[in-house]
């Protein structure tokens, strides 16, 4: 049986995007620009996983997930959020109604479907055109081109958001608040999904350490700068991780 993925989102580019991407694969894609829609379909049939804006014209994402949970076994979910959530939200999110995974706008193609490669164990995308061709197909040349365009633009803005971190932690240091510490901590998540999503591995481990170091403190002044060593050394990995 053929497994089907709804994405359920105000932005019927997200849907458009992901096609061709999922045809490839060999998975359906259904969309729904609203709840009322996602909720008849969801009610009519099994998805093997849902991608879910977290604010739509009817309600918000995340409530209609924990709605689902009172009817029979919901598939994982992964919710687009808006930029720059609060971080106890996300936490909510992620350990309340044990949502799969939480990507924040904008969002990176590649990394949306490397979540959808890891929930469901679908091959690397890179190897579709190469089993394709194995078993006697001619791969899509043309996917394989704009989607690895897809990945080389993530890989261009890399550099940009590293500095976008690296400003924000500066910030941090200089005046610790609540709302400076999330911001940082997002960040750095946003930037640890796309490095890993595109290849950059020693990246991705450096910003990953660094994102375990920033949830695990407090916005106390003390405790911050007690911290701007350590932050310091892993933004330097990370910068040298670009260069791998």
């Known amino acids: 049986m053929e497994r089907s993925i709804l994405v359920v989102s105000r932005n019927e580019e997200l849907a458009l995007a992901l096609a061709p991407i999922a045809a490839a694969a060999g998975v359906m894609l259904e969309a729904a620009s609203e709840l009322q829609l996602a909720d008849r379909l969801t009610s009519e049939r099994t998805y093997a996983l849902l991608i879910v804006d977290e604010q739509l014209p009817d309600g918000g994402g995340a409530q209609w997930v924990a709605r689902l949970d009172a009817r029979a076994s919901r598939p994982p979910v992964i919710l687009v959020a808006e930029s720059l959530e609060p971080i106890d939200r996300v936490t909510q999110w992620l350990e309340v109604l044990k949502i799969d995974a939480v990507l924040a706008r904008p969002i990176a193609l590649t990394e949306l479907w490397a979540r959808v490669e890891e929930l469901l164990g679908l ?119 670009l260069e791998e």
């Open 123 to 241: 091959p690397h995308v890179a190897h579709i055109a190469r089993a394709a061709a194995e078993g006697g197909h001619d791969p899509d040349d043309s996917f394989d081109r704009a989607f690895d365009a897809l990945r080389d633009g993530v890989r261009r803005r890399l550099p940009r958001r590293l500095e976008r971190l690296a400003d924000a932690i500066e910030r941090l240091l200089d005046q610790p608040t609540p709302e400076r510490l999330d911001e940082t901590r997002l960040l750095a998540h946003k930037l640890g999904g796309s490095a890993g999503s595109t290849g950059f591995s020693a990246l991705a481990d450096a910003v990953l350490r660094l994102e375990r170091s920033l949830a695990s403190v407090s916005a106390d002044a003390g405790a911050v700068r007690a911290r701007g060593e350590t932050w310091s050394r892993l933004l330097a990995e990370a910068r040298e991780g």
